[in-house]
């Protein structure tokens, strides 16, 4: 692994300069700097701030990067999933998003579209780096955005806007998955061959994920055992079977629900597998910039940190994104409607694309494939694999309820001994009962919706 000191030693012998070959021969560099960033920012990343001082065509630029490493010891890397995860988001800014353009460019639309969506990347390598010591790293470097005007969202609660600015971004980002397959399976089966599986499942059983959704069931159910009466008070009666249904079938390893999801969705047998594509995988709102207009609306947006990227069901994606994001008084509304603008920013992008296409397609050709993504079908698929949201909240949504210090001392504890008694017990007490509360809505929902059925 690297330290703080030969990740310094590498931007100032190495990385500033990879940075400034992107601004082409007749730029010149007048000076730089470096600061290391604190905090919580990087949660399981080393971050820092590297700012460049250029002139091109006798005008004087400053270019501010953001440039993040993984960190941590080699043991915390293989048990946090950091490997894969920092491998697979290189991959998404090396190889998924330029062919996403380079479809988009051969359909002859606008190719700077998937650009708009994410900052300009200046470096992206994972494995051996020159420089950098001998064991696999992981160097990405990125335009940083609030010099334009972009700023993440509140902590809590996003408005209208906000959260329609978000299916706004992750429809498109989809249909260009699903077009990609379509119009250049060849690139689509490179592209999906080159993204490392992150099962949920482990065979130590003290992956990751085996221990976050361990403390989240029995978060769950403790807080349920402790106010059955006063959570089922007039619930349909199916509720309380269901979450006990739940608790009989997953409560010993909570995560074989989710990696059902994740694998079954994509299965050939499966009629609705084309719903399968290249995901975000923690689309929420602490991984999102928004940029506002007039009257102080979102006017432009870009998605960041890809490491969670899957191939799997949109599902994960939108459910996720639908229950953290929502919030829980008018939900049904909102979701609704949501689901909705998701759906419609996917297909006019995979109509718009598909039908640049003459020479491969036929009109009725399209028209048979836009019925396969029709509303219906993507709902019902939706309605199969969508208590992935829930599952999420149950873990998720109490490090955002909780307090800076508490969410600062979960962080260390978790980089520093994620299977010892004091990050069990904090991950159970965060933000108490309102937390708990508030994961119960969404698992209500969930059921009132029918994404329990299949459980």
């Not at 820092?48 to 960190?71: C, G, N, P, S, W």
């Not at 200046?122 to 470097?141: K, M, Q």
């Not at 402790?226 to 009989?248: M, S, T, V, Y």
Request: hydrophobic share 40%.
């Amino acid at each position: 692994m690297s330290t703080q000191q030969q990740q310094l030693d590498y931007i100032e012998r190495h990385l500033v300069y990879d940075i400034f070959k992107n601004f082409g021969p007749s730029a010149s560099l007048e000076s730089h700097s470096v600061e290391c960033s604190n905090g919580l920012d990087g949660f399981m990343s080393a971050l820092y701030t590297v700012t460049l001082d250029v002139v091109i065509a006798e005008r004087k630029r400053t270019e501010v990067v953001l440039v993040k490493f993984m960190k941590g010891t080699e043991e915390f890397r293989e048990s946090s999933n950091s490997y894969i995860q920092f491998s697979n988001e290189i991959f998404a800014y090396a190889e998924i998003l330029p062919a996403y353009e380079n479809v988009l460019r051969t359909s002859h639309l606008e190719s700077e579209v998937v650009k708009n969506w994410v900052p300009c990347c200046y470096f992206a390598r994972f494995g051996h780096v020159e420089g950098l010591g001998n064991g696999r790293e992981s160097v990405l470097a990125l335009k940083h955005l609030k010099g334009d005007g972009y700023q993440l969202g509140p902590r809590l609660t996003l408005r209208r806007d906000q959260l329609e600015a978000m299916v706004g971004l992750v429809g498109p980002f989809h249909a260009l998955g699903y077009a990609t397959k379509i119009l250049q399976p060849n690139v689509h089966a490179r592209l999906r061959a080159g993204v490392v599986d992150m099962p949920f499942v482990s065979s130590s059983g003290k992956g990751i994920f085996d221990v976050l959704y361990r403390v989240a069931f029995d978060r769950f159910y403790e807080f349920y055992d402790r106010q059955k009466e006063q959570l089922l008070q007039g619930a349909d009666p199916g509720f309380g079977a269901a979450i006990e249904r739940l608790r009989e079938k997953y409560f010993k390893q909570p995560t074989l629900l989710l990696e059902r999801i994740r694998t079954s969705s994509f299965a050939e047998d499966q009629p609705d597998s084309h719903f399968a594509t290249f995901l975000h995988g923690d689309y929420n709102r602490n991984n999102v910039l928004f940029h506002y207009g007039a009257e102080d609306k979102v006017d432009a947006i870009k998605a960041i940190d890809f490491q969670e990227l899957r191939f799997s069901t949109t599902a994960i994606d939108l459910s996720f994104f639908m229950y953290m994001n929502t919030p829980s008084e008018g939900r049904k509304e909102i979701y609704a409607d949501l689901l909705r603008k998701y759906h419609r920013s996917m297909i006019e992008m995979l109509e718009l694309v598909l039908r640049r296409n003459r020479n491969e397609l036929t009109d009725d050709r399209v028209d048979q494939l836009l019925q396969e993504y029709s509303f219906e079908r993507f709902n019902a698929h939706f309605k199969r694999y969508a208590f992935y949201g829930p599952m999420v909240c149950m873990h998720f949504l109490p490090w955002l309820l909780g307090t800076e210090k508490d969410c600062a001392e979960l962080s260390r504890l978790f980089e520093t001994d994620m299977h010892g008694p004091a990050f069990h017990q904090l991950s159970l007490d965060i933000a108490g009962d309102e937390a708990n509360q508030e994961i119960f809505k969404t698992v209500r929902h969930a059921y009132e919706h029918g994404y329990m059925d299949e459980i």
